[in-house]
Each structure stands twice: as structure tokens, then as C-alpha cells.
């Protein structure tokens, strides 16, 4: 398996515009994660997915932020409008079941 | 829900010495604790894990052990070598509050000097 997708890994925009960030998960798995990662906070969940159901979405810092699980195969984390403080990399990340956690290789995000 | 705490926040060791990771969690009914290791530009990926049936665990250079009565558990790598510079996360998977998904630690920047 070619592991978790994720496109694109870089991403610079103005602020103000929207963003739209994508993952393909591994095959098989039933659980999908949007991570986000900053210096100062660390690595934060914003959203998680079972069997494309959202979960939880208690860490979405706010409704700029919206994301969606069409089907078994791919999600996107969408942010409209951007802002600087949005600027993170962002990781999605799958799983079959709800331990070993499986992550791609991050998009890092630059609102200027 | 489970809280978990992770330190040092940077680690420098010299090539061949020994690096020790620690962590606590808040909730005691939790059961499952992995180790992620982040390389500069990439994802964490696992690199261990043990179960709360199990006091340690061993792979190669790297251990984990787990102290349930204290809530704590460790990471220990010997022998280390530039390669393992990296970001290490611990996790915890707490079973109370509704949520059964691992948290995260703020993850120890590992330095190893050659």
C-alpha cells in the first residue's frame, strides 16, 4: 500500500482565500484524523472520522474550518477564510480500529 | 479526558549514550500507550507500543516500560546513534469520556551527537 496521501504538501496563500487540503487514507481502515501541528501547540486533533462519519470535531479551533468525509477513500479540511494563524502543517492520519495510527506526510500551509 | 504529560521537551545525548522519554496520563483506566517517532519533514510514525496487561517491552534498542499505579511510562533507547534525532510523541488511550482515541504528548526533541 502506498500509505496515507496527502496533497498538496505545500500550500502559500494570501490570506483571505480558501484552502482546501486532501487525504486518501490507507485501504481497509475505519478511523480518519486531521492533525494539526504548530511549535507553539504542539500536535493538536482537529477532527476525526469513523466509517466516514464525523466523530468529534471538538478541536476545530473555529468555523472557518469544515471538513468532510464523502466517502471510505478520501477527506479534505477545508478553511475559509484563511488567516496567518492558520499557518501549521497539517497531518491527516488513518487507522483500522482505534490504535496504531498511521500518518501521511503532512501539507505545510503558509498564509501570508 | 486523558491528559498527558510529556518530558523533557528537548533531549542532547552523545552518540552511544542512553536517552530516557517520560510521560504521565491522567485517566487510570487507560490501556494502550504508543510511541511515535517524527523525522525532520515527515509524519510520526510507530515505532513501539505496549498494552496495559504488560509491564515492558523490548525491540531491538528501544524499551518501553509502564508504571500503572504511578500512571507514568518511558521510552528508553541505548546505544544511540544520529539517526534517532528526531521528534518523539507519546500517546495514551484513555477509555473514559466517551473518546477511545490516543492523546498525544507535546513530544521530545531528540539530539544525538556524533
Known amino acids: 500500500d502506498a500509505g496515507v496521501i496527502q496533497s498538496p504538501r505545500h500550500e502559500v496563500t494570501e490570506m483571505g482565500q480558501e484552502v482546501t487540503l486532501r487525504c486518501k487514507p490507507i485501504?481497509?481502515?475505519?478511523?480518519l484524523f486531521w492533525y494539526r501541528q504548530t511549535m507553539m501547540r504542539g500536535l493538536e486533533l482537529l477532527i476525526y472520522f469513523n466509517n466516514n462519519v464525523p466523530i468529534d470535531d471538538s478541536g476545530m479551533p473555529e468555523d472557518r474550518f469544515s471538513a468532510k468525509m464523502p466517502n471510505a477513500s478520501f477527506s479534505t479540511l477545508k478553511i475559509q477564510p484563511s488567516e496567518p494563524r492558520d499557518s501549521a502543517v497539517y497531518f491527516c492520519?488513518?487507522?483500522?480500529?482505534?490504535?496504531?495510527?498511521?500518518f501521511g506526510p503532512g501539507t505545510r500551509l503558509l498564509v501570508l | 479526558g486523558e491528559n498527558v504529560e510529556q518530558h523533557p521537551s528537548t533531549l542532547s545525548v552523545q552518540e552511544g549514550d542512553s536517552a530516557v522519554i517520560k510521560c504521565t496520563y491522567s485517566?487510570?483506566?487507560?490501556?494502550?500507550f504508543p510511541w511515535y517517532k517524527q523525522e525532520l519533514g515527515k509524519g510520526p510514525q510507530l515505532i513501539i507500543d505496549?498494552?496495559?496487561?504488560?509491564g515492558e517491552k523490548k525491540d531491538q534498542r528501544i524499551a518501553v516500560t509502564l508504571n500503572k499505579t504511578a500512571k507514568h511510562f518511558s521510552l528508553h533507547i541505548t546505544e544511540t546513534q544520529p539517526e534517532d534525532s528526531a521528534v518523539y510523541f507519546c500517546?495514551?488511550?484513555?477509555?473514559?469520556?466517551?473518546?477511545?482515541?490516543?492523546?498525544f504528548g507535546r513530544g521530545t526533541s531528540l539530539i544525538v551527537h556524533p
Open positions: 492520519a488513518s487507522s483500522f480500529g482505534q490504535e496504531t495510527q498511521y
Open positions: 485517566d487510570s483506566a487507560s490501556n494502550y
Open positions: 500517546a495514551a488511550r484513555g477509555t473514559s469520556g466517551g473518546s477511545y482515541i490516543p492523546t
Open positions: 505496549i498494552r496495559s496487561n504488560v
Open positions: 485501504s481497509g481502515h475505519d478511523y
